[in-house]
């Protein structure tokens, strides 16, 4: 099974991306064995994934870097870029392999800090892979220091290095920067390609798998989680409840706390595991002794790692809250369908007597109102107000209608 086979409902891309891949193969080969290079390649130094949420940007960035480093034998017999199973390609998917560098946002913004090396590593050769790569997930996320840092390493790469930047959408990168890169937009893959992905990849049961597709339009990460995670199952559900619980002032507020304090918990267990493994490597790395005491003069390296932390788990945070606030538009949106006798079909079948209940009693006016009161919070969470005061001010907003 190939690399491309991960990308659902992007045959187009994969084979732009198949052809680049070829012609680096003879880019390569023109380095190293003194050939001249091809005229009209269509392999270049940087590359720009945009899409809407859950479209799989970075799953398609890695998967082209996974056929640029792929070793496969058959490739010497004419076989296509990105076979899946060898060395190459299996460390490049499962981000282990030494060339390809990995940059993602811990807090809520890419710092200069962060970028420092990896803008270093990518004057260097590749150590043992054909390319290097450096993958940015968020490249929405940096801030000016660090993108003036991709810019100068983007306008002069190293001639075997490849830049792959993700973003929802050409807007969120600098001008300066997208205008270096070939870009490559991705759509939102089809309910019913998601959801034949999770039988066949995931091994889902079709009725699992089609209401978790369609619950979360196309959204591939949430789709597999929700498919998977009975506690992903769970928390939706709550959610889904939510608004029968905002009739009442008291019941709204012990509500949002509660939407709160959930997104919290997700946030813990997801950084309890990584936390404590990062903390350890680091301390060995330190030539901590047996009794865990540091020595002298590396106590402030643990203090960074420590702020790293926890700018994560609060983006965790921020980030389970917006899948729940995801998850609250969507219920409302199908809920305005259903009062305009749309017919689009709604994405939570599952809670479809709650859906009449609302429908039926409220105005297609009030539930464009609780919509747009949901994106505030959003806004809100985006500019770093308190969780809770976001949420409160959303559940009253909600009551009122």
Known sequence: MSVWDDLVGQEKVAGQLEAAARD?????TATTGGTPPPEASKMTHAWLFTGPPGAGRTQTARAFAAALQCVSPDRALGGTPGCGFCDGCHTALVGTHADVTTVAAV????????????????????????WQVILVEDAERLNEKSANAVLKAV??????????????????????IRSRCRHLNLLTP????????LVRREGVEPAVAATAARATQGHIDRARRLATDPAARERRATVLKLPLRVEEIGSALKAAQELVDAAAEDARQLAEDRDGKESEEL??????SQGGRLPRGTAGVMKDLEDKQKRRRTRTQRDSLDVALTD????????????????????NAD???????????SSPESTLRRIEAIAACRDALDRNVAPLLAVEAMTMALRAG
């Open 190 to 197: 089809s309910v019913d390609a998601v959801a034949d992905m």
């Open 24 to 28: 680096a193969d003879a880019l390569v």
């Open 328 to 347: 609250l538009t969507g219920f409302y949106r199908d809920v305005l369908a259903l009062q305009l006798g749309s017919r689009v079909a709604i994405a």
């Open 351 to 361: 809670a479809e007597d709650t859906l009449q209940r609302l429908a039926r009693g």
């Open 107 to 130: 807090g809520s913004q890419i710092l200069a800090e962060d970028m420092r090396d990896t803008v270093r590593k990518s004057y260097t050769s590749p150590a043992t892979g054909r």
């Open 283 to 288: 301390k060995a790395a330190l030539g901590a």
């Open 155 to 176: 306008e002069e790469p190293a001639p075997r290095t490849v830049w792959m930047l993700c973003a929802p959408s050409v807007e969120d990168v600098l001008p300066t």
